[in-house]
């Protein structure tokens, strides 16, 4: 095989026709002094400009300081005090010292850890399922292009101007009993799983990312003597980090916040999410507790955000300029 | 048949196969199913009947769905008067930021990350009514409130915005960045060398540059906001009486909860009712940004 792999190709970071996502490389590299925003490099030199532009930037950064982490800092701060303390003055810093034991407890007697367990299985089964089917399908259409291709290709992306709440009964009623299958998948991972694959956004990005890769390495694996599922897995994933990412962050994400949908196919609680079981437990629970949970339930996003920040952010501009 | 095996005719139709099976048992199917049961009477007992539109007769002549449409558009109102303009402003400021840039989009963006349902039970701590809770203690400083917040049929839909305006706007101020990157700077020079000041760049050639997006982003909100569910169903459930009752709110009820009964019919005609009014959003859309391309 002619070491295809080593070729790196002109990584499309935009499959969309679509203005870039934002990405914080401006000013990396700064010796291109045409790169520049609204305030030309001679205003930012005037003082009015730049102590007014300073100035309102400073009160910008406090506050979304206070309005966007001060929730989140009230809630690490409310979820290790006591109940008591809480209720009687909220905005007080541990007036009667720190209650760890809140972390502890609702891990344990209120089986945080299962239910953390279980976002865990239904995040990363869904994970794997929308992998499988945008690369796989994406990889038909967009290299083995059989003659029903277009077709199945346009049926896939018509699904993507019906609104979900069309699908929340249909969808329900044939989970409860697929087709051919004989057995409900209620109360089965599965009936998250699978619905979940259903995703034409994914299999949009996967086809348009690989419609961008070079065609000539496919021929000559081909040539070398490559089957296509050699191709696939030797040549085309390798090359497919980037979309990888993204795909994965989308599905990984959506699937730890879902709600309605687990909500409806796990009725059994020992199954539910940290989402679903939440509203539960939020009505039978002490407030100490509930907000312990709640720190606990929050934290594997905001750690993945914080830890794949530029491939989030990435995501989130492309969400906006390929929904519309 | 043999030339088609022999070319990987069936090798590339194994590749399709999770996404024709996914697709047509999870998506597909299930959007031919509404249409078909739109006009027929199911349940889980007896096998479905056709009934024409009594469906969509029982939805009209539900006195709840005008309280639901009506709340939904209340809803989408205060969304839009206090969300639409907030994460604009942000983000023009945010491009103009020359360090730590990183920092300002990150923390903007944090509530975005949160799972909303831990947002919401949160911010319903929040809103706890009693003098002593979190919102009215801060009001209190000011000498404001206490407010009743949730518990009031007047506060208690903007409460539900705030907080959904909260965990939404970090996403929207990173498109409007994304779009802000992609203004072409030489614009800018050229408006400079007519002797324009910062205002009048922000005015006449920002805005203009962002019109697109910003269509984008006003529909996407439309879309989104009629389809509230997490907000009334946590904070309220519908009340106080019926207040932040909205549309899908009532597409849930209809099915799944147990005081109505599972009106399968219903629910999937409502949901095809406020399908349409989404379609026809979009199609806006795609109308004003073609006629706005050609032009």
Known sequence: ?324 | MTTWFRRGGFSTFLFLLPLIVVFGVFSWFPIVRAAVMSVQQTNLVTAPRFVGLDNFRTVFEDPLLWTAVQNTAWFALIALVLGYPVPLVLAVIMSEVRRFRGLYTAIAYLPVVVPPVVAVLMWKVFYDARPEGVFNTILGWFGLGPFQWLQSATTAMPALVLEATWAAAGGTVIIYLAALVAVPHELYEAAEVDGAGLWRKVWHVTMPQLRGVLLVTLILQIISTSQVFLEPFLFTGGGPANSTLTVLLLIYEYAFASSLGGDYGAATALSLMLAVFLAALSALYFWLTRSWSTS
């Open chain 1, 1 to 324: 095989m002619s070491t295809p792999t080593r070729t790196r190709p002109p990584a499309p970071r935009t499959p969309a026709a679509a203005p870039p996502p934002a990405s914080g490389r401006r000013r990396g590299r700064a010796a291109e002094p045409v790169v520049r925003g609204i305030v030309s490099p001679s205003e930012w030199r005037t003082p009015r400009v730049r102590t007014g532009l300073g100035l309102t930037q400073v009160v910008l950064l406090a506050a979304l300081v206070v309005v966007s982490l001060g929730p989140m800092a009230w809630l690490v701060k409310a979820a290790l005090t006591p109940t008591q303390d809480t209720l009687r003055d909220p905005m007080a810093f541990f007036p009667n010292g720190v209650d760890w034991a809140n972390l502890s407890t609702a891990w344990t007697s209120v089986h945080i850890d299962l239910h953390f367990a279980n976002s865990m299985i239904v995040a990363v089964g869904a994970w794997l399922v929308q992998l499988v089917v945008a690369t796989t399908g994406g990889y038909a259409l967009s290299v083995l292009r059989p003659r029903y291709g277009p077709v199945l290709y346009w049926l896939v992306l018509s699904t993507l101007f019906v609104p979900a709440v069309v699908l929340l009964v249909p969808l329900y009623l044939t989970v409860l009993s697929p087709p051919l299958l004989g057995a409900s998948l209620i109360n089965t991972f599965w009936a998250v799983w699978l619905p979940a694959g259903a995703n034409a956004f994914n299999v949009l990005l996967a086809k348009r990312f690989f419609d961008n890769l070079p065609g000539e390495i496919f021929e000559a694996a081909r040539i070398d003597g490559a089957g296509p599922l050699r191709v696939f897995w030797s040549v085309l994933l390798p090359m497919s980090r980037p979309i990888l990412g993204v795909i994965s962050v989308f599905a990984f994400v959506a699937a730890w916040k879902d709600f309605l949908w687990p909500l409806l196919v796990l009725p059994d609680p020992d199954l539910q999410p940290l989402s679903v079981r939440l509203p539960t437990l939020a009505s039978s629970i002490e407030l100490d507790i509930l907000l312990a949970a709640l720190m606990i339930s929050a934290l594997i996003p905001v750690v993945l955000f914080l830890v794949f920040q530029r491939t989030f952010l990435r995501t989130a501009g492309l969400g906006g300029a390929l929904k519309g």
